[in-house]
């Protein structure tokens, strides 16, 4: 779905300032995340699995469409991302596993 060339904007989240002290790392990092389309019915890892389950129940994402939840670039900590269709936008929601708690980070936004 994303290229360096398609329009979006990122938004940052006053929740996750701790983990945002140098965005344009995050943002590479976010570039870089593997994105699975075809995630629905498949094995996915527990903690990742669980935490995703939770935090599309929690926020009432609708139509997700991909998940990310490969990345070990923020070791100790997880990174994983939500993709959503939205009646006026799509989003990727990213979010920080710390262990005890996930803390979105921030959201990138393709409005319609």
Not at 101 to 108: D, F, G, N, S, T
């Amino acid at each position: 779905m994303e290229t360096a060339t398609q329009n979006y904007r990122t938004d940052w989240m006053k929740t996750g300032a701790t983990h945002i002290t140098d965005k344009d790392r995050i943002n590479s990092i976010i570039d870089r995340m593997p994105w699975d389309y075809d995630f629905r019915g498949k094995d996915v890892p527990m903690m990742p699995g669980m935490a995703i389950s939770s935090i599309i129940k929690e926020m009432r994402l609708p139509k997700v469409s991909a998940v990310s939840y490969g990345s070990h670039e923020l070791a100790p900590y997880g990174i994983y991302g939500i993709e959503a269709t939205f009646k006026n936008a799509k989003i990727r929601l990213i979010i920080v596993d710390e262990g005890s708690q996930c803390v979105p980070i921030c959201a990138r936004v393709w409005d319609h």
